[in-house]
């Protein structure tokens, strides 16, 4: 299983089992950080975390490309099934079993409107993600300021976390959830995107490590290696 970074929170977890392909927020057309040429494989899934543009991204055009499946809220599956996406309607706190592994819906606190030419539509309630697959588990955040709910997620390998501020948890208060968490790994992100989420992930680093968690600092494009 190979975990990649596409920048700000796009993150391609690939060959789960050898053969499932899933993405979380693919923000790909329109993100200046996306790797130059970078070719997505096969999708057999879409975890979309809210409906902000950023993070809704591209699914509707990979859904219908690939005939994946998006894993989301209710209300946002309802809006992309009317775009003839196939979807799987989860809420927060939900689990399911799929067939590339466990995946639950954790809270988020943030908003989830989605922008439909001149209208934003109601996108439910935004959300982050825990995917168990290969015996590893996957922690992506969404958008989210830090809330208290995050003492409750415990058992992570890998944990990818906003720093940006502004929209979302700046360094500090990541910091403090990284202390709540306390991941195997976690990885910044969604920063420098553009200047109003700027952030220094190296601040970032130095301090979680101090607690004992590994922080790995990834370019768009770099993969990690998650074995069973």
Known sequence: ??????????????????KYNVIIDPFIS??????????????DYILVTHGHGDHLGDTVELAKKYGATVIANFELCHYLQSKDCKVHPMHVGGVYYFEFGKVKLTPAVHGSGINDGDKVIYGGNPCGFLIKAEGKTIYHAGDTGLTKEMELIKGVDL????????????VEDAITAVEMIKPKVVVPMHYNT???IKADPEKFKTEVEKMGVRCVIMKPGETIECQK
Do not use: R
């Open 194 to 196: 553009w200047d109003i």
């Open 1 to 18: 299983m190979k975990v990649t970074f596409l920048g700000h929170a796009a993150v391609l977890i690939s060959e789960i089992e050898g």
């Open 159 to 170: 944990a990818f976390l906003p720093i940006g501020g502004n929209f979302v948890m700046d």
């Open 30 to 43: 329109g993100n200046p950080a996306y790797p130059k040429g970078f070719e997505l494989p096969k999708l």
